[in-house]
Structures are given as structure tokens and as C-alpha cells.
């Protein structure tokens, strides 16, 4: 979701660019202020606006141009005619009743499906049309996993011209929340936040044992709090933090791994979790401060878990502090940190004290982030600068919410052919067969699903898929809703730095210019919080309730931590083989057994 965080060296625009970045913001802002919109009005402008930036701006080969513009031409005169015609397609309830409206109707899916696949590539879209192929062909099924069969002004009516589907909550969340949170961080990244987040980390950890690997932790830490991509803070803090950790001496491949791991963290960092937060708001009907509040200490213990590896790593190389000639001064990390921390401040008071919706408070950010873009690092005003920096703030959010719309879109094809068949229902129960109606078994079972899915799909799409089959047999089986969806949550984000596809690890690993699997095994050790933390949750399920009970969820944080640090120094630290494999045992027993 992010764009260039330390950096604003980015490629000339045209300005046509420029001014569809500035509609997407002034659109998905005004939806904001301006009131209740009808669902089959704003989505499908959400989608409309969407289209010319993966089909067009991204387009590699002639090809995919001129394709790519008559696509998002017929695109948004079909979105177009969704939207006018909203209150009459309301009537419909879903129900085709004319062969111009079936027409749309396919184009729209398909539209989706070429959509999808250009932003992300093929898995997703496939995932779709196995579940669309199920729709159609499904009644044809013997036993259970049959379904008696789908009219098909029903089935595709429902998809397309009705407020679910393509223009489902989902996709709602996408127009009214997520959108929202993506412009916040490409006003952020545009201006200086990301230097006040490097210098910041800097000043904190830059002298300790290690200070290189944990300033990555650090940064990466806070940028993916607003940024919510794996691959986005490697691209953007590693290349300030992977250079440095090379320089002092530390091995390629822990330097690769450092910044892969820390990096992934950031999907599980509030506020934003990657999207995943205002996902998890609209599936589990929780409020977002309350899903904050849940998320952040297993978050707080992932980041810890990274830092007490580089520890351990310290008994097996000379992991130097960062030289003082490469730490900022007090008053620069004073300057820099503002570039952040009025948005922040400013964003969390109005959700805390202030009482307002997450997306309202983020649009107060939002301005209090443009103003900001004003200055620079030396604090001089500049309105030259501030008309480059919200240029690169608008085609980076522009961009962003096209990208995250497609793969939300794609992904709400998959939840209607689910709701539409029963399908979803038939999976929990064979996960419940399978696990022989035990919730570990299941937990297990689910858990592999999300690491297959997530290897091929956006973490936030193989959430959302994984949890609405297997979410339901986990609650059935006594896991409380909350941590149902964190559990999956969690594991889904397992193939950001698991072999075979691990996108985190590829991108530090060329940056590094190692081998990948060599940086990918540094990477599993150092983040063995990732395997563990969901597993711990289940068991000490007091650690998500820290708005609830926190005496209790920090005592079973403290509890997971320590046995996290044992077996984090068990897997890493050079110790006698037989001292490593009681620290691991002792510390799955601390987390696991009392």
C-alpha cells in the first residue's frame, strides 16, 4: 500500500495523472463529509475510477494498452450505468430481467477477474473462477458438495446489479474506509515521515548491540503501521537499513532476513493491519478500537520476538552498533518526528477522545498531513515543494486504492459464490469431520490452508477467503469470534517470509544480492513469533482483551514472552545442542502448558 517512504526520487507523470489522483481523493473524502451514498452509486465509481490506473498506468506492452484502454472505457460506462440506474436496479433484487442487463453482467465479472490479474497476477482471479465454475456447474455435484443449481438471472443479477457481490460489504469497506486509510499514508510518505521514522528508530536503538538489524525493526515497525505492505517497507526502509547492516559487517543474508521479517510485521501493526483492521470490523461486527486494542500486544510480541533474535544472533556474529557519524541529531529527530507525529496524534485523539469514526478521524489527519507537506526537513516553507510532494501524494494514493480495490473486488466474487451456493457452510463442516470435531486438529488444519492460500493471494483476500469457511468451524469448535479471525488473519501473512513463495524475502534478498532461500531461513528464525503468537493466542486468549482486562492480557503477554525468548534463543543462539533444546521445550511449555 505504500508508496516511496525515505525518498521522493519518482519518475516524471503526466498530468492527467495527477488530476485522476486528485479526483480518486477529493471522491473518497467527500463521500466522508458529504453523507450516506447509495451503496450501487459509490462503489461502482469506486471501481470506475480503479480501472485506468491497472489497466492503463501499469500497462507493460502495446498490448495491454490499447487493450487496457478499451477495457476501462467500457468499464466505466458500465459502472456508469450501475450507478444512474441505481434505484431502479434496486427494485430488481437481484434479478436480471433483460438480456442487455445479462450482457453487463458477465462483462463486469470478467472485467473483474482482468482487473484482478493485472494488479496481482493470476492466482486470485483463478480462485474466482473455480468458485464461479462451482456456481454454475456445481448442481451437476453427486453428495454433499453438490448444490441444487443457480438460475442465472439470479446468480449473475446478484453479483452485479444487486448491493452484493461486486458492490458488497466488502467492497464497502474498500470505498469508505480502506481507501481512506491508503491516501492517509501517501500524504504521510510524500512528505518527511518516513525520515522521521528512520531518524526516530535511529536515536532509540542505532547504539545498541545489533543497532543496525533493530533500527530495521524499529522503522519497519512504524512504517508499516501506516503502510500495511511487507513489500512496500522492504523497498522503502531496506534500502537505508539493509546498506547499513552490509557496511557494518553483518552477514548478507541476516541483513536480507532482518528487513524481510520486520518488514511483514507491519500487516499486523495497528491501525491499519494492512486493510485487514476495517475487513475484520465488517466480518466480525467488533469496533475498530476494539480490534486495535486486541491486535497490539500479539503485534508488540512479534516485534519483540524479532529483537531478541537479533540477540541471539549476537552470540553467533559481530552485529555492531550503528557508527555515531550515521545517527541523527537530537534536534533533526525532533524536527522529523513532527512529519508524523501531528497526523498520528492527531488521528488517534480524534478516535479515543474525540469519539468520531476511524475514516472521519483519518480525513482530520489527512489535511493536518497535507498542510504539512508545506515544509521540509528544515521546517522552511516551500509551496513549490508542497505542489511536488501532493503531485507524488495523489498518483501514489491513486494508485494504492486501485490496487487494493481490485483485490477486494475479486475477493467479494468469491464471498457472494460462497453465500450464494452454501458452499462455505459445506467446507466448515468438513473441516469439522476432519478434525474429528477437536479444535486443535482444526486449528492445525486451518492454519495449512492459510499458508497454501496466502502463498498465491494478497494476505488481506487469503483473510478474508480462509476465514469465511473455516471462521465459522472455529467458533463452532468454542474460539471466540475475535480470535478466530485474528488466528487466520495471522496465518495468512505466513507466506510473506515461508518458502516457496515468499514476496518479503525475494524483494530483501535482491536488494542484498544473496541467495533467497538462505535469507528466507534467517528470516523463518527470526520471525518464529509469526508461527507460535496465533497458536499462543488460542491458548492464552486473555492477551486480545487488553481493552477489557489488561492486568491479565499483559500478565499472559509477559508469560508468551518469555517463552518465546527461549525458544527464539534455543533456534538461533550458539549454545550446547542440549541447553538449545531445553530452552525450546522450556519455552513452549511456559507459553503452551501453564
Given at each position: 500500500m505504500a508508496g516511496s517512504a525515505v525518498g521522493h526520487d519518482v519518475p516524471r507523470i503526466h498530468p492527467a495523472w495527477m488530476l485522476l489522483g486528485a479526483v480518486t481523493v477529493v471522491f473518497h473524502l467527500g463521500l466522508i463529509f458529504y453523507g450516506l451514498t447509495p451503496a450501487l452509486v459509490s462503489r461502482p465509481i469506486h471501481m470506475a475510477l480503479a480501472l485506468p490506473w491497472i489497466l492503463i498506468f501499469s500497462a507493460r506492452t502495446p498490448y495491454e494498452r490499447w487493450s487496457g484502454w478499451l477495457l476501462t472505457v467500457l468499464g466505466i460506462a458500465a459502472c456508469g450505468y450501475i450507478a444512474f440506474n441505481e434505484e431502479a436496479l434496486a427494485n430488481q433484487y437481484g434479478f436480471i430481467d433483460n438480456d442487455f442487463q445479462m450482457?453487463?453482467?458477465?462483462?463486469?465479472?470478467?472485467?473483474?477477474?482482468?482487473?484482478?490479474?493485472?494488479?496481482?497476477g493470476w492466482p486470485l482471479p483463478l480462485v474466482a473462477v473455480a468458485a464461479l465454475a462451482y456456481a454454475v456447474f456445481g448442481e451437476h455435484i453427486p453428495g454433499q458438495f453438490g448444490h441444487p443449481g443457480l438460475p442465472m438471472q439470479s446468480f449473475v443479477g446478484t453479483l452485479t446489479i444487486a448491493?452484493?457481490?461486486?458492490?458488497?460489504?466488502?467492497?464497502?469497506?474498500?470505498?469508505?474506509?480502506?481507501?481512506?486509510f491508503v491516501i492517509f499514508g501517501a500524504v504521510l510518505n510524500a512528505g518527511e515521515a518516513g525520515r522521521g521514522f528512520m531518524n526516530m528508530a535511529s536515536a532509540f536503538a542505532g547504539r545498541l548491540t545489533g543497532g543496525a538489524a533493530k533500527v530495521s525493526v524499529i522503522s519497519s515497525a512504524l512504517m508499516g503501521s501506516i503502510s500495511g505492505s511487507a513489500s512496500a517497507n522492504v523497498a522503502s526502509t531496506g534500502a537505508i537499513t539493509i546498506p547499513s547492516m552490509v557496511r557494518l559487517g553483518y552477514p548478507r543474508t541476516l541483513a536480507g532476513g532482518v528487513e524481510a521479517v520486520a518488514s511483514s510485521g507491519g500487516q499486523i501493526m495497528p491501525p491499519l493491519m494492512g486493510a485487514g483492521a476495517f475487513v475484520m470490523v465488517e466480518l466480525t461486527g467488533t469496533p475498530y478500537t476494539q480490534i486495535m486494542a486486541a491486535a497490539l500486544l500479539p503485534a508488540i510480541l512479534y516485534f519483540a520476538t524479532v529483537w531478541m533474535g537479533i540477540n541471539a544472533y549476537a552470540t553467533r556474529h559481530d552485529l555492531?552498533?550503528?557508527?555515531?557519524?550515521?545517527?541523527?541529531s537530537s534536534k533533526?529527530?525532533?524536527?522529523?518526528?513532527?512529519?508524523?507525529?501531528?497526523?498520528?496524534?492527531?488521528?488517534?485523539?480524534?478516535?479515543?477522545?474525540?469519539?468520531?469514526?476511524?475514516?472521519?478521524?483519518?480525513?482530520?489527519?489527512?489535511?493536518?498531513?497535507?498542510?504539512?507537506?508545506?515544509?521540509?526537513?528544515?521546517?522552511?516553507?516551500?509551496?513549490?515543494?508542497?505542489?511536488?510532494r501532493m503531485a507524488e501524494a495523489v498518483v501514489t494514493a491513486g494508485r494504492q486504492v486501485a490496487v487494493i480495490g481490485a483485490i477486494i473486488i475479486c475477493a467479494s466474487l468469491v464471498i457472494g459464490v460462497l453465500s450464494l451456493t452454501g458452499l462455505g457452510v459445506k467446507i466448515t463442516s468438513g473441516i469439522l469431520s476432519l478434525s474429528n470435531e477437536m479444535l486443535w486438529p482444526a486449528l492445525l488444519l486451518t492454519a495449512l490452508a492459510c499458508l497454501v492460500l496466502g502463498m498465491e493471494v494478497p494476505t488481506t483476500a487469503a483473510y478474508v477467503i480462509c476465514v469465511s469457511?473455516?471462521?465459522?468451524?472455529?467458533?463452532?469448535?468454542?474460539?471466540?469470534p475475535?480470535?478466530?479471525?485474528?488466528?487466520?488473519?495471522?496465518?495468512?501473512l505466513l507466506s510473506t517470509i515461508t518458502p516457496p513463495v515468499c514476496g518479503g524475502?525475494?524483494?530483501?534478498?535482491?536488494?542484498?544480492?544473496?541467495?533467497?532461500?538462505?535469507?528466507?531461513?534467517?528470516a523463518m528464525a527470526l520471525g518464529i513469533g509469526l508461527y507460535?503468537?496465533?497458536l499462543a493466542m488460542v491458548a492464552n486468549p486473555d492477551v486480545i482483551r487488553l481493552a477489557f482486562d489488561p492486568f491479565w492480557a499483559i500478565f499472559d503477554a509477559l508469560k508468551i514472552a518469555l517463552g518465546l525468548v527461549a525458544i527464539s534463543y534455543g533456534v538461533i543462539a550458539r549454545r550446547a545442542a542440549w541447553l538449545r533444546v531445553l530452552l525450546v521445550v522450556a519455552g513452549a511449555l511456559v507459553i503452551f502448558a501453564f
Open positions: 450482457l453487463l453482467g458477465v462483462f463486469l465479472i470478467v472485467l473483474t477477474l482482468e482487473t484482478a490479474r493485472r494488479a496481482i448491493e452484493s457481490g461486486l458492490w458488497g460489504s466488502l467492497t464497502g469497506v474498500s470505498v469508505g474506509v480502506v481507501a481512506i555492531r552498533p550503528m557508527a555515531a557519524a550515521d545517527q541523527p533533526e529527530v525532533a524536527i522529523t518526528s513532527l512529519f508524523f507525529a501531528v497526523p498520528f496524534v492527531l488521528l488517534l485523539e480524534r478516535i479515543f477522545l474525540g469519539g468520531y469514526t476511524p475514516q472521519y478521524a483519518a480525513s482530520i489527519a489527512i489535511f493536518a498531513g497535507m498542510l504539512l507537506l508545506f515544509f521540509d526537513v528544515t521546517l522552511a516553507f516551500s509551496a513549490r515543494g508542497f505542489t511536488s469457511v473455516a471462521g465459522p468451524a472455529l467458533t463452532a469448535l468454542g474460539l471466540e475475535l480470535l478466530a479471525h485474528l488466528f487466520v488473519f495471522w496465518f495468512a524475502v525475494f524483494i530483501a534478498a535482491g536488494m542484498v544480492g544473496e541467495n533467497w532461500l538462505k535469507v528466507a531461513m534467517k507460535i503468537i496465533p
